[in-house]
C-alpha cells in the first residue's frame, strides 16, 4: 500500500504562483511514476503533469511553459510549481503513484483545492 499527502494548495490572485507538493509513504520502493490530476466542478479528472523515476516528465498542453513536476526520490516527494495561474486552473488537484509492471497499482491522494481568483 501506497499513501500520499498533498499540501501547498490555495488562493490565489490570476498570475500568481503556487507549489503544491505530495509526499508519499508505505510501500514506495514499487513507486515508479508519480503525478498530479486535477477535477474542476462539473468536468472530469484529467492529467496536468507527470515524472518518472527516472525523471522522465509529460505535461497536459494547458500547463506547458507554465507548471513545472519535479521530483525526490530520496524524500518520496513530489512537486508542482505553478506559475503564470489562471482562473481556468482552479480544481482540485491530486496527486497520483504508479506502480511498474508487471503489477500495476495506481494510488490516489485526498485532493487539495487551489482556487485563482481576484
Known amino acids: 500500500q501506497v499513501q500520499l499527502v498533498e499540501s501547498g494548495g490555495g488562493l490565489v490572485q490570476p498570475g500568481g504562483s503556487l507549489r503544491l507538493s505530495c509526499a508519499a509513504s508505505?510501500?514506495?520502493?514499487?513507486?515508479?511514476?508519480m503525478g498530479w490530476y486535477r477535477q474542476a466542478p462539473g468536468k472530469e479528472r484529467e492529467l496536468v503533469a507527470t515524472?518518472?523515476?527516472?525523471?522522465?516528465?509529460n505535461y497536459a498542453d494547458s500547463v506547458k511553459g507554465r507548471f513545472t513536476i519535479s521530483r525526490d526520490n530520496v524524500k518520496n516527494t513530489v512537486y508542482l510549481q505553478m506559475n503564470s495561474l489562471k482562473p481556468g486552473d482552479t480544481a482540485v488537484y491530486y496527486c497520483?503513484?504508479?506502480?511498474?509492471?508487471?503489477?500495476?497499482?495506481?494510488?490516489w491522494g485526498r485532493g487539495t483545492q487551489v482556487t485563482v481568483s481576484s
Open positions: 508505505g510501500t514506495i520502493f514499487s513507486i515508479d511514476t
Open positions: 515524472i518518472t523515476r527516472g525523471g522522465n516528465t
Open positions: 497520483n503513484a504508479k506502480t511498474a509492471a508487471p503489477l500495476i497499482y495506481i494510488y
